[in-house]
Nanobody, 115 residues
Framework: QVRLVESGGGLVQAGGSLRLSCAAS????????MGWFRQAPGKQRELVAR???????NIADSVKGRFTISRDNAKNTVHLQMNSLKPEDTAVYRC?????????WGQGTQVTVSS
């Protein structure tokens, strides 16, 4: 059984910062990438940031320069440092782990940015 535990969401004023963390545990083999997706009300889920095992990243244009993704491969954890937050960043953020051809998802953590 695979378990992803997220932490760090909350309410913050525009311009503020939050740090999301996700720890993966259980029978996960051959992790290829870890990252974060988000979904705002009435919108489709979108990739925020993802980091592959070789350290390469895929960052959404809307958050480039503001969000930073990092991983601790030994601990199977991934972090998302979010700075200069904007109201449009408000969404449920979900951790994603890709292992082979299988995607694992966290339960989601709410990020709300007030103007």
């Amino acid at each position: 059984q695979v378990r992803l535990v997220e932490s760090g969401g909350g309410l913050v004023q525009a311009g503020g910062s939050l740090r999301l963390s996700c720890a993966a545990s259980g029978s996960i083999f051959s992790i290829n990438a870890m990252g974060w997706f988000r979904q705002a009300p009435g919108k489709q889920r979108e990739l925020v940031a993802r980091m592959s095992n070789d350290g390469s990243t895929n960052i959404a244009d809307s958050v480039k320069g503001r969000f930073t993704i990092s991983r601790d491969n030994a601990k199977n954890t991934v972090h998302l440092q979010m700075n200069s937050l904007k109201p449009e960043d408000t969404a449920v953020y979900r951790c994603n782990v890709r292992a082979g051809v299988v995607d694992y998802w966290g339960q989601g953590t709410q990020v709300t940015v007030s103007s």
